[in-house]
């Protein structure tokens, strides 16, 4: 309990180090989860779309997932050397298999009733995929991009032993800034990814079509009651 309260106390003192250091460690994840999301998104709706590919998505995926971000950034140290360029790559490596999975399933998953009623409407393949596809398949994209993000920031932590910055330049260094500092350090990197996931579930409802969010929450409410329901009537 003692270190938990240096701990909220080293923040106190220490608010423009540690702001300093979250600037660093948010540059490097977004500008990672950025290039994976360039990467996956659109060849995950390629995919999903001409509705093939599924072992190519599948098995990167678990390529990706399979790779420690570790052991990518000390191969990369041969090949690009220390700093931020090694580590951003590495967690490209970490969120490009999440979001392509994702947006590969979103798009090939969508209801092919839907999809026939627009051909038969006339639409082409890229109407069909701009105006129907797509606005069903945003919210399991974005569900993609926010696991992918809070793997990332969770994960740049390894930064700090390659030269890239971020709070994990803190957390290693308890020589330096005490247990209290690596615990501090270690509370607002879990802090930055609860404040990731919040940020992202609400995008994720924003760009869920209204009448599919409605049907959503009327399932999750009448759930509850069908075990009761059930049992009542045995």
Excluded: C
Excluded at 149 to 167: K, Q
């Amino acid at each position: 309990m003692n270190d938990f309260t240096n701990a909220i106390q080293f923040i106190g003192d220490n608010t423009s180090l540690l702001w300093d250091k979250v600037i660093e460690h948010l540059e490097l994840s977004f500008a990672a989860v950025g290039v994976a999301i360039l990467i996956a998104v659109p060849l995950g709706i390629w995919l999903g779309h001409i509705h093939r590919g599924s072992f190519l998505a599948i098995n990167v995926s678990n390529i990706g997932r399979a790779l420690p971000s570790l052991a990518v950034i000390a191969i990369n140290i041969a090949i690009v050397g220390l700093g931020f360029l090694n580590v951003m790559i590495a967690l490209v490596i970490l969120a490009v298999p999440i979001i392509l999975t994702n947006a590969y399933v979103a798009v090939d998953g969508v209801d092919r009733d839907a999809v026939e009623a627009a051909k038969g409407m006339g639409m082409r393949g890229r109407e069909v995929l701009v105006r129907i596809e797509l606005p069903l398949a945003l919210p399991l994209i974005f569900a993609g991009i926010r696991t992918a993000t809070v793997y990332v920031i969770a994960t740049a932590t390894l930064a700090a032993i390659a030269g890239g910055g971020g709070l994990g330049d803190i957390i290693v260094n308890q020589a330096s800034y005490g247990i209290e500092g690596v615990i501090a350090g270690a509370m607002v990197v879990a802090g930055l990814a609860f404040a990731a996931e919040l940020f992202f579930a609400g995008l994720q409802r924003l760009v869920t079509p209204r009448g599919l969010r409605e049907s959503k929450e009327r399932e999750e409410d009448v759930a509850p009651l069908v075990g009761p329901a059930m049992e009542g009537s045995t």
